[in-house]
């Protein structure tokens, strides 16, 4: 079994920062991308973004220049500078483990509640 753990969510007032933790741990051989969501109340979920096993990153033009991710191995962070009260979500962790020769399955974490209030 894989498991994808979170950790670093809560209130920051406007303007402040947060850093998410996301550690995936179980039978994995290796991992391919590893990426943040966020879905707001009564929102769809959306990619926040996303960082390959080479460290290449995308992200959604709403978090460009404020937030930025970074990866060790297993374990996925999202720095957040500048919070605005639109990123007020819950974050979800994923990543695209590879379990075995032609078994590749996507993971999610169980999600950070995410405040930005005054």
């Known amino acids: 079994q894989v498991q994808l753990v979170e950790s670093g969510g809560g209130l920051v007032q406007p303007g402040g920062s947060l850093r998410l933790s996301c550690a995936a741990s179980?039978?994995?051989?290796?991992?391919?991308?590893m990426g943040w969501y966020r879905q707001a109340p009564g929102k769809q979920r959306e990619l926040v973004t996303t960082i390959t096993s080479s460290s290449s990153t995308n992200y959604a033009d709403s978090v460009k220049g404020r937030f930025t991710i970074s990866r060790d191995k297993n374990t996925v962070y999202l720095q957040m500078n500048s919070l605005k009260p639109e990123d007020t979500a819950v974050y979800y962790c994923?990543?695209?483990?590879?379990?075995?020769?032609?078994?590749?399955?996507?993971?999610w974490g169980q999600g950070t509640q995410v405040t930005v209030s005054s």
């Open positions: 179980g039978s994995i051989w290796s991992i391919n991308a």
């Open positions: 994923n990543a695209q483990c590879v379990l075995g020769y032609g078994d590749i399955r996507n993971y």
